[in-house]
Structure formats: C-alpha cells, structure tokens
C-alpha cells in the first residue's frame, strides 16, 4: 500500500489526512485538524491564509509520524472563487478576501452592463453568485493590491506553490471563476478581454492528476518528511473531489455534497446553457475526466452551523432529537435565499422570513432546527427535480456524500421530499476523492469507474428508503413559491 497526504480545507476548520491505497484497499485517517478562522479588520473580511499554511505544515509532519516519515504524494483541495495575489518576486500582496465580504455587493449590475447576463451565461455556464471571483476581481479594479499584482492563485494553488516554489491553476477550481469556457474547457478570452480581466495574471491550467512539482527542502527540513515527496494536481475544488468520491454503480444518479454549502445535482458529459439553465440558477462547473458538474449552490448547514453558534455552541445530538419531534414543514425558508449568506442572527433572520411570509414562526430552537432541516430538503428536492428536467437525464437514486451524512435525520427528509433512494456515504468524501486521484496518477487505480467501484466496496454507506407521498412536499413547494 502506498500513503497520500490529502490536504481538505473547509470554510470553518482544515484538515490532513493519510490515504493508503492498495489494489483493492482503501484507508483514511485524519493527522491533523486545524481551525480556519476568518477575521475581519478595517479593510473588510480576511481568510488568515498564514495560519493555514502553518497548519498545512503540522499536517504534514503529523502525517509524516504516522507513516514513517514517508508519504507519496500531497494533493490539495480547498473552496472555491477565492485567491491570493503576488507581487512579481512572488511575495503575497495581503491576506486573500473572504467571499463573504462585502466588496462585491452591487457589482454584478456593473458587469451585466458590459457583458449582458444570459451572454454570460451562455459562455462561461456559470450560476450567479455575489462572490463568483469574476466579480471580485470586477470589484478590486481599483485598488492599489491588484494593480501591483503579476500573479493570481487561487487559494489551493497559492498554497501548492509555497511548497513546492512551482505554479499552476488547477481546472476544476478555475472553473468557478467565470472565466472558463466549459465546453472548450479553457479561459473564457472574450469574456475576460471585454470586462478588461487579464488573464495573464493566471498560471498555466493543470489538469486533476498533472504533476505540481515536489515538496521544497525547507518543507521536506520542517515537516521531517522523506524526500523526495510529490505534489500532485486533484480535483482541487473540494466538490470535484467529493463527487469524484460518489460512490455510484448506478449510471442514472443525482448527488448532493453536503456540509457548509449543499451542492445539488447531476454529472455530465456536456453542459447546459441554456436560458430556461440560466433562469433556475444552476451552474456548470468541470469534473474530473471530461465531466461537468451541473449543480445548484444551496445554502447548506451553514443556516444550522450559525445558529449553533448564536446558542452557544449547544449538543447538536439533542437539537435533532428535538427536531424529530416538531412536526414536519410546518414552516420553510428558501435556502437558497442570499439574504442568509452573510453571518450573524441567523436565528433571528429565519424567524423573520417564516414571519414575512405569513407561516408560523419557528420559536424554540427545535423548532428552527426542524424548519432548517425541512428548508435543506425541500431545497433539494427542487434542485434534483429540476436538473433532471433541464438536462433532459433521469435519476433513480441520490447519492448523499459529506458531513450532512451524519445527519440522519437530513438524509430522511432528503428521500422523502425527492420520492428517491438515498444512499449517504462516503462522509469524508472530498479527501477519499483527493487521496483517489493521487493514487490514480500513481498507477494504482483506473479511471473514475474504477475510483468508484473501490468506494463502492470499501467505504460504508446507509440507505434511506423514501416514506410517505410527496405530496405534503409538492405542497410545502408552492407555498414558498407563492410568498
């Protein structure tokens, strides 16, 4: 068996962890656990990209005594649309912006102004979002930090670059920007020349699998690692890992990446840019081998993480018990809704919009856990439904992957509100799909099939059979539409 190190950062916390792949073997266990903390200064939100570096690093040594010092590779993987800028000795100009700060507010109207939005659409396949790194950029045209800039990495790329001094932009992630054409697979140049975007600013595109160069001396001396220990490209958008790792023997499938965000919807051989695509909202964004994920961008468990933390942190365990309890949508909230992007008051915030919307107001906190719950379901049983009918691609079974499959009770309303099997598993699916694709570049598996299939038999899963008519769903739906 040989060890890959999958580096996994979240919004909320980062992680390493070790991969060991045989030929018909698959092992993960986590070496490190860091926090990911943003932090906001006068100038607006900030990712603290130093301290995930430094926690970057204390995985690596981590992972290096679990296995000997010896590991066969490192694959980063990460969020999407956010970046950091370097100057042209390659120092870093600043902390990277947060997606969630405020700049891009309003920014959007500028671009439409110059590039209608169903143009942008049609070319670049991307759903609107405030935080799309298009209209960051858009937003920072101005500033003295992009104006001295050579060089833009996004935030898994930055980081490989400081381990290895080598850089390059990774296709999957790239694809988020808006400035990737989806069907040629390469930069949007008409777009980018029309908004006065440079896109030289931007290394050389690498394919999920490619080389990304080799662990410095320096990171080889602080880690204890044995040298020497490769780099490799992944799927470096946490979700292209994580729908890499749907462990899928069905051909016909829709899958939902579950955790801060719920990422909803089908993988394709081409994307859909349509008008009527457009209107509902979903996004084309690329896969590994060829593939497209067309998907819709849901809020997530970001609306019951923050209401966590506005409870002071409370077991999560008894607020699902309670849940459980209330009755079943009693009142919803669209999660798709970007009124619920930015922190704070979340409880608050969805009392107010089930007050604004005449329903009753969900009171106690098992209440607003059961109308959160309800809301994720509901919202993806529109994403499901809807992806199948604008793609023209039946499903017969949903593939749940990530933290949300620890939530029983989310994975049940999810099977109920789609009329659908739900299989949930594998949960720590982005690194099971960084580890895989290491491997892969190492010989050690076949294609994206053959990925799966070893997931399939070596990860466990819970099925969860659909209860009930959807009826109450179908009705719950347009009641939200009708607000």
């Given at each position: 068996m040989k060890?890959?190190?999958?580096?996994?950062?979240?919004?909320?916390?980062?992680?390493?962890?070790?991969?060991?792949?045989?030929?018909?073997?698959?092992?993960?266990?986590e070496a490190h656990r860091f926090p990911n903390r943003p932090v906001r200064t006068?100038?607006?939100?900030?990712?603290?990209?130093?301290?995930?570096?430094?926690?970057?690093?204390?995985?690596?040594?981590?992972a290096g005594a679990d296995t000997g010092g010896r590991v066969d590779s490192v694959g980063i993987d990460s969020?999407?649309?956010?970046?950091?800028?370097?100057?042209?000795?390659?120092?870093?100009?600043?902390?990277?912006?947060?997606?969630?700060?405020?700049?891009?507010?309003?920014?959007?109207?500028?671009?439409?102004?110059?590039?209608?939005?169903?143009?942008?659409?049609?070319?670049?396949?991307?759903?609107?979002?405030?935080?799309?790194?298009?209209?960051q950029l858009t937003a920072a045209r101005d500033s003295a930090q992009l104006a001295h800039a050579k060089r833009l990495l996004l935030i898994p790329d930055l980081l490989s670059y400081w381990l290895t001094g080598e850089q390059g932009t990774e296709l999957t992630n790239a694809s988020t920007t808006q400035l990737v054409d989806p069907r040629t697979r390469d930069w949007s140049y008409d777009i980018a020349s029309r908004l006065g975007i440079d896109l030289g600013m931007f290394a050389p595109l690498r394919q999920p699998g490619d080389p990304a160069g080799a662990l410095r001396a320096e990171v080889l001396e602080e880690t204890g690692l044995r040298g020497p220990v490769a780099v490799t490209a992944v799927g470096s958008h946490d979700t292209a890992s994580a729908v890499a790792a749907v462990p899928a023997v069905e051909e016909r499938f829709a899958y939902i990446c579950t955790g801060t965000w719920s990422l909803a919807g089908l993988e394709l051989d081409t994307p859909v840019?349509?008008?009527?695509?457009?209107?509902?909202?979903?996004?084309?964004?690329?896969?590994?081998?060829?593939?497209?994920r067309y998907l819709r961008n849901i809020m997530g468990l970001w609306l019951l993480q923050e209401c966590v933390r506005a409870w002071g942190e409370p077991e999560l365990g008894e607020l699902l018990r309670g849940a459980a309890r209330v009755p079943a949508l009693r009142s919803v909230?669209?999660?798709?809704?970007?009124?619920?992007?930015?922190?704070?008051?979340?409880?608050?915030?969805?009392?107010?919009?089930?007050?604004?919307?005449?329903?009753?107001?969900?009171?106690?906190?098992?209440?607003?856990?059961?109308?959160?719950?309800?809301?994720?379901?509901?919202?993806?049983?529109?994403?499901?439904?809807?992806?199948?009918?604008?793609?023209?691609?039946?499903?017969?079974?949903?593939?749940?992957?990530?933290?949300?499959?620890?939530?029983?009770?989310?994975?049940?309303?999810?099977?109920?509100?789609c009329g659908l099997p739900v299989v949930a598993g594998p949960t720590e699916a982005a690194a099971?799909?960084?580890?895989?694709?290491?491997?892969?570049?190492?010989?050690?598996?076949?294609?994206?099939?053959?990925?799966?299939?070893?997931?399939?038999?070596?990860?466990?899963?819970?099925?969860?059979?659909?209860?009930?008519?959807?009826?109450?769903?179908?009705?719950?739906?347009?009641?939200?539409?009708?607000?």
């Open positions: 060890a890959y190190a999958a580096v996994d950062l979240g919004a909320s916390s980062g992680r390493v962890m070790v991969g060991r792949v045989g030929p018909d073997s698959l092992e993960l266990a006068p100038d607006g939100l900030r990712w603290d990209i130093l301290a995930l570096y430094a926690g970057v690093l204390d995985g690596l040594r981590a969020w999407a649309v956010d970046y950091g800028l370097l100057d042209a000795d390659g120092a870093l100009l600043g902390n990277p912006v947060h997606y969630r700060d405020a700049r891009t507010e309003g920014v959007a109207a500028k671009v439409w102004a110059t590039v209608p939005a169903g143009e942008l659409y049609a070319a670049t396949g991307l759903q609107y979002a405030p935080f799309n790194t298009l209209y840019l349509s008008e009527a695509s457009r209107a509902a909202n979903f996004t084309n964004e690329l896969g590994l081998d060829g593939t497209v909230v669209d999660a798709g809704d970007a009124a619920f992007l930015a922190p704070g008051r979340m409880p608050e915030r969805i009392a107010d919009a089930c007050r604004g919307s005449g329903q009753p107001v969900p009171e106690s906190r098992a209440e607003i856990t059961r109308c959160i719950l309800d809301s994720l379901a509901l919202a993806h049983r529109r994403a499901v439904n809807e992806a199948q009918g604008l793609a023209d691609h039946p499903v017969d079974v949903v593939h749940i992957v990530g933290g949300g499959t620890r939530n029983a009770l989310l994975c049940q309303l999810t099977a109920d509100a099971l799909g960084n580890v895989l694709v290491q491997a892969r570049a190492h010989g050690l598996v076949g294609d994206l099939a053959g990925m799966r299939g070893l997931l399939a038999r070596t990860q466990p899963s819970t099925r969860y059979e659909p209860q009930g008519d959807t009826a109450r769903w179908r009705a719950a739906e347009a009641r939200l539409a009708a607000r």
